[in-house]
């Protein structure tokens, strides 16, 4: 009889790469365009798989799930494309959304852009330092829970906290006092 594991998903193994694949690619594709915009999602999501794969050896169920891996690889990528993500957002702060009303498909387009974002809350967001913006981002866009943040970064779980807690501090006082998280937002 197979022993079950309350609380977390079954292990998924490396060894079917086509099903962590189809189990995790639209949902890196994602992460990834929130971030970076749609031109370079599919590039950077490609990326991540093409990594996980070469690297499928390395990986150690027993420090992470296959999901909080491809999201810690996917941010790494993210990381290479810093400066590109930051200057996007600064150059959002400095022009105003456009006036006409869009259509679906630019409806669409924005909302899994990082240029959507509101201008303030770009310009706060590009401040945060990178781990701190990596903390907040994998919360907000990925919704992974301080374990899996932690796995994903390579970090200790109280530093996860922490940067948050300080990125929150940051967010709320460049925008005037408002929570742009939400307590909904957090997971432990």
């Known amino acids: 009889m197979a022993a079950i594991r309350l609380g977390r998903p ?3 193994s490396m060894d079917d790469f086509d099903r962590v ?4 690619f ?27 794969y070469r690297k499928r050896d390395r990986y ?12 810690g690889i996917a941010t790494n990528l993210v990381g290479k494309h810093r400066r590109t993500e930051t200057r996007a957002l600064r ?11 869009p ?21 706060a967001v590009a401040a945060l330092n990178a781990g701190e ?14 374990d899996e943040i932690a796995q994903a970064l390579g970090i200790s779980y109280g530093t996860v906290g922490s940067r948050l807690s300080r990125a929150r501090r940051k967010l ?3 925008l005037g006092g408002t929570d742009p998280m939400g307590a909904d937002h957090v997971r432990t």
């Not at 890196?28 to 971030?35: D, G, S």
């Not at 150690?60 to 999201?71: C, E, H, K, N, Q």
């Not at 259509?103 to 310009?123: I, W």
């Open 133 to 146: 913006r990596d903390v907040v981002l994998l919360v907000a866009l990925a919704g992974l829970t301080h």
């Open 91 to 101: 150059a959002l702060r400095r022009h105003d959304p456009p006036s006409a009303d």
């Open 26 to 52: 639209q949902e890196i594709h994602r992460y990834v365009a929130q971030r970076l915009g749609p031109d370079h999602a599919e590039d950077v999501a490609a990326e991540t798989f093409l990594t996980a």
């Open 172 to 174: 709320r006082a460049a």
């Open 21 to 24: 694949f189809a189990a995790h």
């Open 60 to 71: 150690d169920p027993g420090r992470a799930g296959v999901r909080t891996w491809l999201y």
């Open 103 to 123: 259509g679906p498909e630019e409806r669409v387009a924005e909302r899994v852009s990082a240029q959507s974002l509101r201008p303030a809350l770009a310009h």
């Open 10 to 12: 079954p292990e998924e």
